[in-house]
Protein backbone atom coordinates (compact mmCIF):
# COMPACT_ATOMS: atom_id res chain seq x y z
CA UNK A 1 0.00 0.00 0.00
CA UNK A 2 2.73 2.12 0.62
CA UNK A 3 6.51 2.38 -1.39
CA UNK A 4 8.01 4.55 1.42
CA UNK A 5 7.98 5.69 4.83
CA UNK A 6 7.12 9.48 5.82
CA UNK A 7 10.28 10.07 7.92
CA UNK A 8 12.58 8.45 5.50
CA UNK A 9 11.72 10.70 3.11
CA UNK A 10 14.74 13.38 2.17
CA UNK A 11 16.01 15.66 -1.21
CA UNK A 12 17.44 12.30 -2.27
CA UNK A 13 13.49 11.73 -3.53
CA UNK A 14 12.73 14.87 -5.50
CA UNK A 15 10.51 14.42 -8.33
CA UNK A 16 9.36 11.02 -6.81
CA UNK A 17 5.98 9.52 -7.29
CA UNK A 18 5.79 8.16 -3.84
CA UNK A 19 2.87 6.59 -1.90
CA UNK A 20 2.56 6.95 1.70
CA UNK A 21 -0.05 5.27 4.66
CA UNK A 22 -0.21 6.78 8.15
CA UNK A 23 -2.19 8.97 10.83
CA UNK A 24 -3.03 12.61 10.36
CA UNK A 25 -0.73 14.26 12.84
CA UNK A 26 -2.50 17.69 12.15
CA UNK A 27 -4.52 19.59 9.49
CA UNK A 28 -3.73 23.19 8.39
CA UNK A 29 -5.70 25.46 5.90
CA UNK A 30 -3.55 28.03 4.61
CA UNK A 31 -5.50 30.23 2.65
CA UNK A 32 -7.04 27.44 0.25
CA UNK A 33 -3.89 25.24 0.36
CA UNK A 34 -4.65 22.04 2.97
CA UNK A 35 -1.43 21.27 4.62
CA UNK A 36 -1.72 17.71 6.12
CA UNK A 37 1.45 16.69 8.94
CA UNK A 38 1.10 12.36 8.06
CA UNK A 39 2.64 10.56 10.70
CA UNK A 40 4.41 7.00 10.47
CA UNK A 41 6.82 5.36 12.97
CA UNK A 42 9.46 6.85 11.24
CA UNK A 43 8.50 10.51 11.74
CA UNK A 44 6.69 13.61 9.50
CA UNK A 45 6.10 14.11 6.55
CA UNK A 46 4.01 17.54 4.93
CA UNK A 47 1.62 16.70 2.74
CA UNK A 48 0.09 19.73 0.38
CA UNK A 49 -3.08 19.93 -1.46
CA UNK A 50 -4.22 22.68 -3.57
CA UNK A 51 -7.80 23.51 -5.20
CA UNK A 52 -6.63 22.28 -8.95
CA UNK A 53 -7.35 18.65 -7.81
CA UNK A 54 -10.51 19.03 -6.49
CA UNK A 55 -11.90 15.43 -5.35
CA UNK A 56 -8.45 14.74 -3.28
CA UNK A 57 -8.73 18.56 -2.25
CA UNK A 58 -12.38 18.02 -0.42
CA UNK A 59 -11.44 14.79 0.99
CA UNK A 60 -8.00 16.88 2.47
CA UNK A 61 -10.09 19.29 3.30
CA UNK A 62 -12.50 16.72 5.69
CA UNK A 63 -10.10 14.95 7.51
CA UNK A 64 -9.56 15.12 11.06
CA UNK A 65 -5.81 14.26 13.48
CA UNK A 66 -5.92 10.75 13.56
CA UNK A 67 -7.31 9.91 10.01
CA UNK A 68 -5.56 6.74 8.99
CA UNK A 69 -5.20 7.82 5.07
CA UNK A 70 -3.24 7.20 2.10
CA UNK A 71 -1.90 9.13 -0.48
CA UNK A 72 0.19 9.60 -3.45
CA UNK A 73 2.21 12.60 -4.61
CA UNK A 74 5.20 13.66 -6.12
CA UNK A 75 8.27 14.99 -3.93
CA UNK A 76 9.10 18.49 -4.54
CA UNK A 77 11.70 20.82 -2.72
CA UNK A 78 10.03 22.90 -0.02
CA UNK A 79 10.08 27.05 -1.20
CA UNK A 80 12.46 29.37 0.04
CA UNK A 81 11.74 30.30 3.64
CA UNK A 82 9.66 27.38 4.89
CA UNK A 83 12.23 24.93 5.48
CA UNK A 84 12.25 23.33 8.80
CA UNK A 85 15.60 22.35 10.12
CA UNK A 86 14.15 20.75 13.47
CA UNK A 87 12.69 17.98 10.83
CA UNK A 88 14.48 14.92 8.87
CA UNK A 89 12.08 15.77 6.45
CA UNK A 90 12.24 19.56 6.67
CA UNK A 91 14.03 20.37 3.44
CA UNK A 92 10.73 18.65 1.61
CA UNK A 93 7.05 18.46 0.76
CA UNK A 94 4.80 16.40 -0.92
CA UNK A 95 2.47 17.48 -3.43
CA UNK A 96 -0.71 15.49 -2.99
CA UNK A 97 -2.23 13.68 -5.85
CA UNK A 98 -4.84 11.28 -4.32
CA UNK A 99 -6.16 10.34 -0.82
CA UNK A 100 -8.07 8.24 0.41
CA UNK A 101 -9.07 7.27 3.98
CA UNK A 102 -8.79 4.08 5.40
CA UNK A 103 -10.39 4.85 8.47
CA UNK A 104 -11.85 7.69 10.46
CA UNK A 105 -10.93 8.49 14.21
CA UNK A 106 -12.55 9.81 17.13
CA UNK A 107 -11.64 12.83 18.79
CA UNK A 108 -8.24 11.27 20.58
CA UNK A 109 -8.28 11.56 24.36
CA UNK A 110 -5.24 13.78 24.46
CA UNK A 111 -2.79 15.02 22.15
CA UNK A 112 0.07 13.15 20.61
CA UNK A 113 2.24 15.95 21.43
CA UNK A 114 0.63 16.97 24.40
CA UNK A 115 3.27 16.10 26.93
CA UNK A 116 1.09 16.99 30.03
CA UNK A 117 -1.12 14.31 30.42
CA UNK A 118 -1.85 12.29 33.56
CA UNK A 119 -0.09 8.85 33.67
CA UNK A 120 -3.91 6.85 34.29
CA UNK A 121 -5.10 8.45 31.16
CA UNK A 122 -2.08 7.40 29.24
CA UNK A 123 -2.03 3.95 30.39
CA UNK A 124 -5.53 3.78 29.91
CA UNK A 125 -5.48 4.53 26.38
CA UNK A 126 -2.14 2.94 25.75
CA UNK A 127 -2.35 2.08 21.82
CA UNK A 128 -2.87 6.35 21.44
CA UNK A 129 0.20 7.28 23.84
CA UNK A 130 2.34 4.51 21.84
CA UNK A 131 2.12 6.59 18.86
CA UNK A 132 4.34 9.14 20.66
CA UNK A 133 7.51 9.90 18.53
CA UNK A 134 9.29 9.22 22.31
CA UNK A 135 7.36 6.08 22.73
CA UNK A 136 8.32 4.47 19.16
CA UNK A 137 11.51 5.79 20.09
CA UNK A 138 11.80 4.09 23.17
CA UNK A 139 10.58 0.54 21.93
CA UNK A 140 12.71 0.67 18.79
CA UNK A 141 15.73 1.42 20.91
CA UNK A 142 14.46 -1.54 22.98
CA UNK A 143 14.34 -3.66 19.69
CA UNK A 144 17.73 -2.85 18.96
CA UNK A 145 19.55 -3.29 22.27
CA UNK A 146 17.81 -7.14 22.55
CA UNK A 147 19.31 -7.47 18.78
CA UNK A 148 22.63 -6.65 19.56
CA UNK A 149 22.89 -8.56 22.92
CA UNK A 150 21.65 -11.34 20.82
CA UNK A 151 24.21 -11.29 18.39
CA UNK A 152 27.04 -10.62 20.51
CA UNK A 153 25.91 -14.03 22.54
CA UNK A 154 25.53 -15.95 18.81
CA UNK A 155 28.61 -14.99 17.96
CA UNK A 156 30.30 -16.36 21.69
CA UNK A 157 28.53 -19.94 21.13
CA UNK A 158 25.85 -19.68 23.32
CA UNK A 159 22.26 -21.15 22.72
CA UNK A 160 18.86 -19.14 22.99
CA UNK A 161 16.65 -22.02 24.23
CA UNK A 162 13.35 -21.48 26.38
CA UNK A 163 12.78 -22.51 29.74
CA UNK A 164 9.22 -23.31 31.15
CA UNK A 165 6.67 -20.89 32.32
CA UNK A 166 4.84 -23.26 34.50
CA UNK A 167 6.94 -24.04 37.30
CA UNK A 168 6.81 -24.79 40.47
CA UNK A 169 7.05 -22.25 43.44
CA UNK A 170 11.21 -21.76 44.37
CA UNK A 171 12.49 -19.40 47.19
CA UNK A 172 13.37 -16.43 45.16
CA UNK A 173 13.01 -13.64 47.41
CA UNK A 174 9.77 -12.16 46.48
CA UNK A 175 6.18 -13.48 46.71
CA UNK A 176 5.07 -15.92 43.80
CA UNK A 177 2.36 -15.75 41.15
CA UNK A 178 0.42 -18.93 41.46
CA UNK A 179 -1.49 -20.53 39.18
CA UNK A 180 -4.35 -23.22 39.99
CA UNK A 181 -4.19 -26.69 38.12
CA UNK A 182 -7.48 -27.91 36.81
CA UNK A 183 -6.24 -31.84 35.91
CA UNK A 184 -4.40 -31.56 39.47
CA UNK A 185 -6.74 -30.74 41.92
CA UNK A 186 -5.58 -28.15 44.79
CA UNK A 187 -2.01 -28.21 42.99
CA UNK A 188 -0.95 -24.97 41.66
CA UNK A 189 2.30 -23.66 39.15
CA UNK A 190 4.41 -21.12 39.65
CA UNK A 191 5.29 -18.20 37.30
CA UNK A 192 9.37 -18.32 37.55
CA UNK A 193 10.83 -14.96 39.46
CA UNK A 194 14.01 -16.39 37.19
CA UNK A 195 14.92 -19.20 35.18
CA UNK A 196 17.24 -19.79 37.85
CA UNK A 197 17.04 -23.97 38.35
CA UNK A 198 16.51 -24.26 34.70
CA UNK A 199 19.13 -22.93 33.49
CA UNK A 200 21.67 -24.37 35.82
CA UNK A 201 20.18 -27.82 34.40
CA UNK A 202 21.08 -26.96 31.27
CA UNK A 203 24.44 -26.46 32.59
CA UNK A 204 24.31 -30.49 33.89
CA UNK A 205 22.99 -31.43 30.81
CA UNK A 206 26.33 -30.14 29.03
CA UNK A 207 24.56 -27.58 26.83
CA UNK A 208 27.70 -25.45 28.00
CA UNK A 209 26.52 -21.74 26.89
CA UNK A 210 22.74 -20.72 27.31
CA UNK A 211 20.68 -17.01 27.03
CA UNK A 212 17.36 -16.15 26.86
CA UNK A 213 15.34 -13.12 26.80
CA UNK A 214 12.46 -14.31 29.24
CA UNK A 215 9.66 -12.85 30.96
CA UNK A 216 9.63 -13.45 34.38
CA UNK A 217 7.49 -12.68 37.42
CA UNK A 218 7.34 -11.44 40.95
CA UNK A 219 4.19 -10.49 43.19
CA UNK A 220 6.30 -7.62 45.14
CA UNK A 221 5.47 -3.98 45.58
CA UNK A 222 6.28 -1.46 42.72
CA UNK A 223 8.75 0.91 42.33
CA UNK A 224 9.85 2.80 39.12
CA UNK A 225 12.33 0.25 38.07
CA UNK A 226 10.39 -2.62 39.85
CA UNK A 227 6.85 -4.41 37.33
CA UNK A 228 4.83 -7.51 38.58
CA UNK A 229 6.24 -8.89 35.23
CA UNK A 230 9.84 -7.64 33.26
CA UNK A 231 12.06 -8.97 31.06
CA UNK A 232 15.40 -10.22 31.47
CA UNK A 233 18.70 -11.37 29.64
CA UNK A 234 19.02 -14.75 31.51
CA UNK A 235 22.73 -16.37 30.80
CA UNK A 236 24.50 -19.11 32.04
CA UNK A 237 27.78 -21.02 31.45
CA UNK A 238 30.16 -23.61 32.06
CA UNK A 239 33.89 -23.77 32.87
CA UNK A 240 34.13 -20.24 33.46
CA UNK A 241 35.20 -18.66 36.83
CA UNK A 242 34.04 -15.00 37.80
CA UNK A 243 36.88 -13.05 35.83
CA UNK A 244 35.73 -15.13 32.94
CA UNK A 245 31.99 -14.30 33.20
CA UNK A 246 32.21 -10.68 34.23
CA UNK A 247 35.24 -10.20 31.75
CA UNK A 248 32.81 -11.10 28.79
CA UNK A 249 29.68 -9.34 30.23
CA UNK A 250 31.55 -6.53 30.37
CA UNK A 251 32.83 -7.11 26.32
CA UNK A 252 29.20 -6.81 26.00
CA UNK A 253 27.78 -3.83 27.58
CA UNK A 254 30.96 -2.14 26.02
CA UNK A 255 29.79 -3.20 22.15
CA UNK A 256 26.10 -2.28 23.30
CA UNK A 257 26.49 1.44 23.94
CA UNK A 258 29.53 1.56 21.18
CA UNK A 259 26.96 0.60 18.89
CA UNK A 260 23.69 1.59 20.09
CA UNK A 261 24.52 4.81 21.60
CA UNK A 262 27.97 5.51 20.10
CA UNK A 263 28.91 5.98 23.51
CA UNK A 264 32.82 4.48 24.96
CA UNK A 265 32.72 3.47 28.60
CA UNK A 266 35.55 3.47 30.57
CA UNK A 267 37.38 0.03 30.68
CA UNK A 268 38.17 -2.20 32.26
CA UNK A 269 34.94 -1.09 34.73
CA UNK A 270 36.08 -0.51 38.24
CA UNK A 271 35.78 -2.91 40.79
CA UNK A 272 34.68 -2.54 44.29
CA UNK A 273 33.91 -4.98 47.62
CA UNK A 274 30.33 -4.91 49.24
CA UNK A 275 32.05 -4.04 52.53
CA UNK A 276 33.44 -1.03 50.54
CA UNK A 277 30.72 0.01 48.97
CA UNK A 278 28.32 0.21 52.22
CA UNK A 279 31.52 1.83 53.93
CA UNK A 280 31.55 4.70 51.58
CA UNK A 281 28.28 5.12 50.07
CA UNK A 282 26.00 3.22 52.10
CA UNK A 283 24.71 1.23 48.78
CA UNK A 284 25.84 -1.69 47.38
CA UNK A 285 24.77 -0.22 44.25
CA UNK A 286 26.45 3.26 44.35
CA UNK A 287 26.32 5.97 41.13
CA UNK A 288 29.88 6.80 40.73
CA UNK A 289 29.03 9.83 39.45
CA UNK A 290 28.29 11.91 42.54
CA UNK A 291 31.36 12.51 44.52
CA UNK A 292 29.97 12.66 47.63
CA UNK A 293 31.14 9.88 50.37
CA UNK A 294 30.66 9.01 53.26
CA UNK A 295 33.03 9.04 56.44
CA UNK A 296 33.01 7.25 59.53
CA UNK A 297 33.36 8.47 62.61
CA UNK A 298 32.21 5.97 65.19
CA UNK A 299 35.49 6.50 67.34
CA UNK A 300 35.89 9.97 67.71
CA UNK A 301 31.90 9.94 69.34
CA UNK A 302 32.52 6.67 71.83
CA UNK A 303 33.24 8.60 74.68
CA UNK A 304 31.25 11.74 74.36
CA UNK A 305 28.41 12.41 76.80
CA UNK A 306 25.78 13.15 73.62
CA UNK A 307 23.97 9.44 73.78
CA UNK A 308 22.06 10.40 70.61
CA UNK A 309 25.93 9.75 69.14
CA UNK A 310 28.07 7.81 71.35
CA UNK A 311 25.11 5.50 71.82
CA UNK A 312 25.16 4.04 68.33
CA UNK A 313 28.70 4.45 68.73
CA UNK A 314 29.30 1.56 71.08
CA UNK A 315 26.85 -0.73 69.53
CA UNK A 316 27.82 -3.64 67.96
CA UNK A 317 25.36 -3.19 64.96
CA UNK A 318 25.88 0.88 65.24
CA UNK A 319 27.34 3.33 63.56
CA UNK A 320 28.10 7.18 63.28
CA UNK A 321 28.79 8.80 59.91
CA UNK A 322 29.01 11.85 58.15
CA UNK A 323 28.38 13.62 54.69
CA UNK A 324 30.51 15.98 53.51
CA UNK A 325 28.84 18.40 51.05
CA UNK A 326 31.25 21.03 49.38
CA UNK A 327 29.31 24.12 49.68
CA UNK A 328 26.77 23.38 51.32
CA UNK A 329 26.43 25.82 54.22
CA UNK A 330 24.49 27.82 51.57
CA UNK A 331 21.31 25.39 52.29
CA UNK A 332 18.46 27.42 54.15
CA UNK A 333 16.83 25.90 57.37
CA UNK A 334 14.06 25.06 55.15
CA UNK A 335 15.62 22.99 53.17
CA UNK A 336 18.00 21.22 55.72
CA UNK A 337 14.38 19.81 57.14
CA UNK A 338 13.03 18.98 53.98
CA UNK A 339 15.93 16.72 53.87
CA UNK A 340 15.18 15.34 57.24
CA UNK A 341 11.94 14.68 56.73
CA UNK A 342 12.87 12.64 53.37
CA UNK A 343 15.47 10.59 55.19
CA UNK A 344 12.93 9.84 58.00
CA UNK A 345 11.28 6.90 55.44
CA UNK A 346 14.48 5.79 56.04
CA UNK A 347 14.30 5.12 59.58
CA UNK A 348 16.51 8.08 60.40
CA UNK A 349 15.19 10.04 63.44
CA UNK A 350 17.01 13.27 62.68
CA UNK A 351 19.48 14.88 60.91
CA UNK A 352 22.24 17.00 62.60
CA UNK A 353 24.68 19.18 60.96
CA UNK A 354 27.21 21.46 61.01
CA UNK A 355 27.99 24.33 58.79
CA UNK A 356 31.52 25.43 58.29
CA UNK A 357 31.64 29.17 57.57
CA UNK A 358 34.64 29.98 58.67
CA UNK A 359 37.52 27.78 59.50
CA UNK A 360 39.99 30.37 61.24
CA UNK A 361 37.63 31.48 63.54
CA UNK A 362 37.69 28.42 65.38
CA UNK A 363 34.07 27.57 67.32
CA UNK A 364 32.83 30.86 66.46
CA UNK A 365 33.05 30.60 62.67
CA UNK A 366 30.80 26.79 62.87
CA UNK A 367 26.92 27.19 63.16
CA UNK A 368 24.86 23.84 64.25
CA UNK A 369 22.59 23.09 67.06
CA UNK A 370 24.75 20.10 67.97
CA UNK A 371 28.37 21.43 68.93
CA UNK A 372 27.64 22.46 72.65
CA UNK A 373 27.40 19.21 73.09
CA UNK A 374 30.62 17.83 71.67
CA UNK A 375 34.20 18.65 73.02
CA UNK A 376 36.38 20.84 70.60
CA UNK A 377 39.27 18.19 70.08
CA UNK A 378 36.08 16.04 68.58
CA UNK A 379 34.87 18.64 66.45
CA UNK A 380 38.11 19.25 65.51
CA UNK A 381 39.09 15.91 64.47
CA UNK A 382 35.88 15.59 62.34
CA UNK A 383 36.79 18.77 60.34
CA UNK A 384 40.45 17.02 59.68
CA UNK A 385 38.83 13.58 59.05
CA UNK A 386 36.19 14.97 56.71
CA UNK A 387 38.66 17.52 54.97
CA UNK A 388 36.06 20.48 55.30
CA UNK A 389 36.51 24.14 54.21
CA UNK A 390 34.95 27.43 54.66
CA UNK A 391 31.40 26.91 53.00
CA UNK A 392 30.97 23.48 53.50
CA UNK A 393 28.04 21.35 55.40
CA UNK A 394 28.54 18.35 56.90
CA UNK A 395 25.52 15.87 58.24
CA UNK A 396 25.60 13.28 60.62
CA UNK A 397 23.80 9.82 60.76
CA UNK A 398 23.49 7.74 64.08
CA UNK A 399 21.85 5.19 64.56
CA UNK A 400 22.34 1.22 63.87
CA UNK A 401 24.37 0.39 60.47
CA UNK A 402 21.40 -0.23 58.44
CA UNK A 403 19.17 2.84 59.36
CA UNK A 404 22.78 5.21 58.62
CA UNK A 405 23.56 3.48 55.43
CA UNK A 406 19.86 3.51 54.18
CA UNK A 407 19.72 7.16 55.25
CA UNK A 408 22.76 8.96 54.39
CA UNK A 409 22.73 7.06 51.08
CA UNK A 410 19.82 8.08 49.89
CA UNK A 411 20.71 11.82 51.38
CA UNK A 412 24.07 11.29 48.52
CA UNK A 413 21.90 10.28 46.07
CA UNK A 414 19.05 13.22 46.61
CA UNK A 415 21.94 15.71 47.20
CA UNK A 416 24.20 14.65 44.09
CA UNK A 417 20.85 15.54 41.67
CA UNK A 418 19.68 18.57 43.71
CA UNK A 419 23.11 20.36 43.82
CA UNK A 420 24.37 19.12 40.28
CA UNK A 421 27.11 17.68 41.51
CA UNK A 422 27.31 14.36 39.00
CA UNK A 423 30.49 14.19 37.29
CA UNK A 424 30.18 12.34 34.55
CA UNK A 425 27.47 10.92 32.00
CA UNK A 426 28.05 7.13 32.75
CA UNK A 427 29.66 5.28 35.27
CA UNK A 428 29.76 1.68 35.59
CA UNK A 429 31.43 -0.77 38.36
CA UNK A 430 31.03 -3.55 39.56
CA UNK A 431 30.39 -4.85 43.24
CA UNK A 432 31.83 -7.88 44.13
CA UNK A 433 32.34 -10.08 47.66
CA UNK A 434 29.25 -10.06 48.88
CA UNK A 435 27.89 -11.86 52.12
CA UNK A 436 27.20 -15.43 51.75
CA UNK A 437 23.91 -14.65 54.01
CA UNK A 438 22.46 -11.96 56.02
CA UNK A 439 21.17 -12.64 59.80
CA UNK A 440 16.77 -11.91 59.50
CA UNK A 441 16.21 -10.72 63.14
CA UNK A 442 12.18 -10.55 62.69
CA UNK A 443 12.37 -14.87 62.20
CA UNK A 444 15.86 -15.37 64.05
CA UNK A 445 17.53 -17.17 61.27
CA UNK A 446 19.63 -16.64 58.10
CA UNK A 447 18.76 -15.38 55.11
CA UNK A 448 20.63 -15.69 51.21
CA UNK A 449 21.59 -12.34 50.13
CA UNK A 450 20.97 -13.03 46.74
CA UNK A 451 19.84 -16.51 46.50
CA UNK A 452 20.34 -20.05 47.94
CA UNK A 453 22.29 -21.61 45.27
CA UNK A 454 25.45 -19.10 44.95
CA UNK A 455 28.85 -20.47 45.40
CA UNK A 456 30.46 -19.80 48.32
CA UNK A 457 33.98 -18.49 48.59
CA UNK A 458 35.40 -21.32 50.58
CA UNK A 459 34.73 -24.86 50.03
CA UNK A 460 34.75 -25.70 53.88
CA UNK A 461 31.72 -26.58 54.89
CA UNK A 462 32.49 -26.51 58.79
CA UNK A 463 33.75 -23.16 59.23
CA UNK A 464 30.70 -21.66 57.19
CA UNK A 465 28.44 -23.03 59.36
CA UNK A 466 30.54 -22.03 62.30
CA UNK A 467 30.45 -18.72 61.08
CA UNK A 468 28.01 -17.81 58.13
CA UNK A 469 27.72 -14.18 59.10
CA UNK A 470 31.63 -13.61 57.71
CA UNK A 471 31.39 -16.09 54.79
CA UNK A 472 31.80 -14.03 51.56
CA UNK A 473 29.79 -15.39 48.22
CA UNK A 474 30.85 -15.56 44.44
CA UNK A 475 28.31 -12.95 43.33
CA UNK A 476 28.89 -10.15 41.09
CA UNK A 477 26.39 -7.30 40.49
CA UNK A 478 27.34 -4.84 37.60
CA UNK A 479 25.70 -1.29 38.48
CA UNK A 480 25.29 1.29 36.26
CA UNK A 481 24.41 5.33 37.93
CA UNK A 482 23.23 4.02 41.14
CA UNK A 483 20.84 1.33 39.25
CA UNK A 484 21.36 -2.39 39.33
CA UNK A 485 22.12 -3.69 35.91
CA UNK A 486 22.84 -6.58 36.60
CA UNK A 487 23.24 -9.85 39.04
CA UNK A 488 25.20 -13.09 39.36
CA UNK A 489 27.69 -16.07 41.06
CA UNK A 490 29.11 -18.71 40.47
CA UNK A 491 26.68 -21.69 41.70
CA UNK A 492 27.26 -24.27 43.90
CA UNK A 493 27.59 -27.61 42.11
CA UNK A 494 28.11 -30.15 44.62
CA UNK A 495 25.13 -31.44 46.82
CA UNK A 496 26.66 -31.47 49.79
CA UNK A 497 27.39 -28.00 49.72
CA UNK A 498 24.15 -27.31 48.26
CA UNK A 499 22.00 -29.24 51.19
CA UNK A 500 24.70 -28.17 54.37
CA UNK A 501 23.53 -23.97 52.43
CA UNK A 502 19.86 -25.21 52.32
CA UNK A 503 20.35 -26.39 56.45
CA UNK A 504 21.92 -23.33 57.03
CA UNK A 505 18.78 -21.27 55.75
CA UNK A 506 16.93 -23.12 58.09
CA UNK A 507 15.54 -25.74 55.19
CA UNK A 508 15.84 -29.23 56.54
CA UNK A 509 15.89 -32.41 54.48
CA UNK A 510 12.67 -33.20 54.31
CA UNK A 511 11.67 -29.81 52.87
CA UNK A 512 14.83 -29.59 50.79
CA UNK A 513 13.61 -32.48 48.94
CA UNK A 514 10.01 -31.43 48.80
CA UNK A 515 11.27 -28.37 46.98
CA UNK A 516 14.57 -28.59 45.47
CA UNK A 517 14.96 -32.68 45.36
CA UNK A 518 15.23 -32.67 41.61
CA UNK A 519 17.97 -30.29 41.68
CA UNK A 520 19.96 -32.01 44.25
CA UNK A 521 19.10 -35.44 42.64
CA UNK A 522 20.53 -33.65 39.44
CA UNK A 523 23.49 -32.60 41.25
CA UNK A 524 24.56 -35.73 41.75
CA UNK A 525 25.37 -36.94 37.89
CA UNK A 526 28.34 -35.15 37.15
CA UNK A 527 27.53 -31.49 37.27
CA UNK A 528 29.79 -28.96 35.70
CA UNK A 529 31.49 -25.76 37.46
CA UNK A 530 29.03 -22.72 36.40
CA UNK A 531 27.54 -19.62 36.47
CA UNK A 532 26.36 -17.05 35.33
CA UNK A 533 24.17 -13.49 35.01
CA UNK A 534 21.13 -11.89 34.28
CA UNK A 535 20.54 -8.61 32.96
CA UNK A 536 17.12 -6.04 33.94
CA UNK A 537 16.20 -5.83 30.00
CA UNK A 538 13.69 -3.01 31.17
CA UNK A 539 15.86 -1.20 33.34
CA UNK A 540 18.97 -1.35 30.72
CA UNK A 541 16.70 0.37 28.31
CA UNK A 542 15.27 2.75 30.70
CA UNK A 543 18.91 4.04 31.44
CA UNK A 544 20.00 3.76 27.61
CA UNK A 545 16.88 5.85 26.88
CA UNK A 546 17.10 8.53 29.84
CA UNK A 547 13.98 8.03 31.26
CA UNK A 548 13.38 7.78 34.81
CA UNK A 549 10.93 5.08 34.59
CA UNK A 550 10.74 1.40 33.16
CA UNK A 551 7.09 1.99 32.21
CA UNK A 552 8.48 4.21 29.83
CA UNK A 553 9.91 1.50 28.02
CA UNK A 554 7.97 -1.26 28.17
CA UNK A 555 4.55 -1.08 25.42
CA UNK A 556 2.32 -2.25 28.05
CA UNK A 557 3.41 -1.55 31.37
CA UNK A 558 0.95 -1.92 34.76
CA UNK A 559 0.12 0.61 37.34
CA UNK A 560 1.95 1.21 40.72
CA UNK A 561 -1.11 -1.09 42.24
CA UNK A 562 -0.33 -3.68 39.46
CA UNK A 563 -3.43 -3.39 37.37
CA UNK A 564 -4.02 -2.99 33.80
CA UNK A 565 -5.93 -0.13 33.20
CA UNK A 566 -6.42 -0.66 29.19
CA UNK A 567 -7.39 -3.98 29.43
CA UNK A 568 -8.68 -3.64 33.22
CA UNK A 569 -6.50 -6.65 34.65
CA UNK A 570 -6.90 -8.34 37.09
CA UNK A 571 -10.74 -9.38 36.63
CA UNK A 572 -13.36 -11.62 38.43
CA UNK A 573 -13.43 -15.08 37.27
CA UNK A 574 -16.93 -16.68 36.74
CA UNK A 575 -17.90 -19.27 38.62
CA UNK A 576 -17.87 -22.15 36.33
CA UNK A 577 -13.71 -21.26 36.14
CA UNK A 578 -13.51 -21.71 39.61
CA UNK A 579 -15.56 -24.92 40.04
CA UNK A 580 -13.32 -26.41 37.06
CA UNK A 581 -10.62 -25.37 39.52
CA UNK A 582 -11.52 -26.63 42.61
CA UNK A 583 -11.51 -22.50 43.88
CA UNK A 584 -13.85 -20.84 46.59
CA UNK A 585 -13.48 -17.24 47.22
CA UNK A 586 -13.59 -15.94 50.86
CA UNK A 587 -15.98 -13.76 51.61
CA UNK A 588 -15.02 -9.76 51.53
CA UNK A 589 -14.87 -8.79 55.14
CA UNK A 590 -15.64 -5.13 54.41
CA UNK A 591 -18.46 -4.19 51.32
CA UNK A 592 -17.26 -3.59 48.21
Known sequence: MRSDYCGKLNSSHIDQEVELCGWVHRRRDHGGVIFIDLRDREGIAQIVFDPDRADSFAIADSVRNEFVIRITGKVRNRPEGTINPDMPTGEIEILGHTIEV????????????????????????????LRRPLMQNNLRLRSQIVKEMRTFLDDRGFLDIETPMLTKATPEGAR????????????FFALPQSPQLFKQLLMMSGLDRYYQIVRCFRDEDLRADRQPEFTQLDIETSFMNEADITG?????IHTLFKKVLNVELPSPFPRMSYAEAMER?????????????????????????????????????????????????????KQIDDYTAYIAQFGARGLAYIKVNNLSAGSEGLQSPILKFLPDDVVTKILERTKAADGDLIFFGADKTKVVNDALGALRNRLGHDLNLLKTEWAPMWVIDFPMFEYNEDEKRWDSLHHPFTAPNSDDIDAIKQNPGKTLSRAYDLVLNGTELGGGSIRIHNSEMQSAVLELLGIGEEEAQEKFGFLLEAL????????????????????????????????????????????????????????????????SKTPE
Do not use: W
Open 102 to 129: LNKAKTPPFQIDDEHVHDDVKLRYRYVD
Open 176 to 187: DYLVPSRTHPGN
Open 281 to 333: FGSDRPDLRNPLELVDVSDLMKAVEFKVFSGPANMEDGRVATLHVPGGSTLSR
Open 524 to 587: GYGCPPHGGIAFGLDRTVMLMAGCDSIREVIAFPKTQSASCLLTSAPSKANSRQLQELGIKLAK
Open 248 to 252: MMEEM
